[in-house]
């Protein structure tokens, strides 16, 4: 789901400052949007944002995502697989960035209000491999800004994550 600069600096204008509001967003895109999107490489997604009381301007990201089979996913044979990916959140000029270690991506989020959350990225790496980064990216081609809207959820659809099984 591409947005043209102009789109991104309209979202921009209702950005988030400071740390993001804990909770569980998630999105299944149905099969027209996909369809019209066939770049897109995400069939679901869910996030789960957590923030830390010991250092109130941090936060932490689990996402993971269901991948399409189009796009670079289709490729790569990825459809219908699942890979997550944990990320470290702080503020970052007025605007929240979540980060994975060893140049693994990131996405910003661009805006949370009315029980939905828009993040950008162009680089962000999911499922464990060996050494840094990730298996494959939510970009749909590395380097093109892309946004996803996820829709607030109920804290329990962000249960089960890998990572909390560590």
């Keep these: ?14 950005a988030v400052g400071a740390m993001p509001e804990a909770g569980c967003y998630a999105r299944i895109y149905g099969e027209r949007h996909l369809a019209e999107n066939p770049d897109q490489v995400v069939a679901a997604m869910r996030l789960r944002l957590t923030l830390f009381e010991e250092n109130p301007d941090a936060a932490g990201a689990d996402i993971e995502a269901v991948f399409a089979n189009q796009g670079h996913a289709a490729d790569e044979e990825l459809g219908g697989q699942v890979l997550s990916q944990s990320l470290y959140c702080k503020d970052h000029q007025g605007s929240t960035m ?8 990131t996405f910003r989020i661009l805006r949370q209000e009315d029980g939905l959350l828009d993040i950008l990225t162009n680089h962000l790496t999911v ?19 892309v946004v996803y809207r996820l829709y607030r959820a109920e804290n329990e659809a962000c249960e089960g994550f890998k990572h909390d099984e560590r």
């Design 127 to 145: 499922g464990e491999i060996e050494g840094c980064g990730g298996y494959s990216n939510l970009a749909e081609e590395i380097g093109d800004p």
């Design 1 to 14: 789901m591409r947005l043209a600069i102009g789109m991104m600096a309209a979202l921009w204008s209702g």
């Design 98 to 105: 979540c980060i994975v270690d060893c140049d693994g991506g």
